[in-house]
């Protein structure tokens, strides 16, 4: 657990110092382009409304308008683009119970789902 802690705080300090060019991190960190054909195959949108994805109009879960600039991701989790990973690998261990599913996604997969969420500001 606490080395878990330090690489947090090590990934939010990178992002941290680089924090004016945050485009040029988010492109780094993963494939936006790729993240939204992720998001259309996996049907993220029958329960999301997504911007920029077509059909995206799911009132199950939240919005993911402007998903960069929120504070938390599910209310609990500090949102960075390490802890959307965890999220989007498994949203169960982060809030159990909760009714957003396991889709399965490989790491790879997390991290361009991120790329195109922070895209949304
Ligand atoms: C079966 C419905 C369902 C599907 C499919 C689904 N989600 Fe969710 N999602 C939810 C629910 C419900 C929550 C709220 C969980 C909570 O707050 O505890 C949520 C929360 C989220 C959040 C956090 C939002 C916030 O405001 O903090 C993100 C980001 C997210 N989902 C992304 C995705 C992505 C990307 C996909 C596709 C890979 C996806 N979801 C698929 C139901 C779903």
């Not at 941290?16 to 054909?37: M, N, Q, Y």
């Not at 997504?50 to 949102?79: C, F, H, S």
């Not at 159990?96 to 996604?105: D, K, Q, S, V």
Request: net charge positive; glycine share 10%.
């Amino acid at each position: 657990m606490p080395q878990r802690f330090v690489r947090l705080i090590i990934a939010s300090l990178s992002i941290g110092l680089t924090g004016c060019h945050e485009d040029r991190t988010t492109v780094a960190f993963g494939d936006a382009k790729r993240g939204i054909a992720l998001i259309e195959r996996n049907g993220c949108g029958t329960c999301h409304i997504i911007p920029g994805v077509e059909g995206a109009d799911g009132l199950v879960g939240p919005p993911l308008t402007m998903m960069a600039r929120r504070i938390y991701i599910a209310g609990v989790a500090r949102n960075t683009p390490q802890n959307m990973t965890v999220w989007l690998q498994n949203p169960q261990a982060v809030v159990p119970g909760n009714a957003m599913p396991n889709m399965n996604l490989t790491q790879q997969d997390a991290r361009d789902v991120t790329a195109y969420l922070y895209t949304l500001r």
